[in-house]
């Protein structure tokens, strides 16, 4: 998927532009991701947005921080699964996007993953996951997730992948 900026709007390139100079000015992950959070509520479909990070040895992915316009949140920074028995396996191994339009169908069918059974129990209807790669090696993810049924099309997979980018750096 092209993410090159020219294809957005000057408000959503604006607000990658936005994101990449706070990735540059700021030291703390947190305070990244809340500035992430903030600024693109306003063109990226999300309630909630969280950032993971696998584990150097590559074994388990750890939720790192989490944020959501509501509570409570099930789904807590702390919650760490094998990347191998995780659903997330595919998104590592294949450095790629990945998006689930119907959240509650989906955990009907998949009552094993955890992650998105949480989700669901925050009344989440879409969810999308993209890896953050350094060096072709996955070592984070970077979820947003919406109240709203078909939530992410694919705009929304191009500027999740723009501001992955400069995120998966810092």
């Known amino acids: 998927i ?8 000057t ?3 604006e607000a990658i532009e936005m994101v990449r100079r706070q990735v540059a000015r700021c030291d703390q992950v947190d305070e990244i ?7 693109t509520l306003r063109i990226c479909a999300c309630e909630r947005m969280g950032l993971a990070v696998i584990e150097p040895d590559g074994g388990r992915v750890v939720l790192r ?3 959501a316009a509501y509570a409570p949140m099930r789904w807590e920074a702390g919650w ?3 990347v191998q028995k995780s659903a ?7 450095q790629q996007c990945r998006v689930i339009n119907d959240l509650p169908l ?16 925050e009344n989440a209807c879409s969810m999308m996951v993209s890896p953050l790669i350094v060096a072709e090696e996955v070592v984070g993810l970077l979820f947003r997730s919406s109240y709203a ?3 992410f099309d694919k705009k929304q997979i191009q500027l999740q992948s723009a501001t992955a980018q400069p995120l998966a750096q810092a």
């Open 106 to 121: 989906y955990v009907r069918r998949h009552p094993d993953d955890e992650s998105a059974g949480l989700l669901r129990e």
């Open 88 to 94: 997330l396996a595919s998104v590592v191994q294949r």
């Open 11 to 13: 408000a959503e390139t």
């Open 80 to 82: 760490a699964e094998d």
């Open 149 to 151: 049924l078909n939530a």
């Open 33 to 39: 991701m809340d500035q992430l959070f903030e600024n």
């Open 2 to 9: 092209d993410t090159g900026i020219e294809s957005f709007s």
């Open 65 to 67: 921080w989490t944020r």
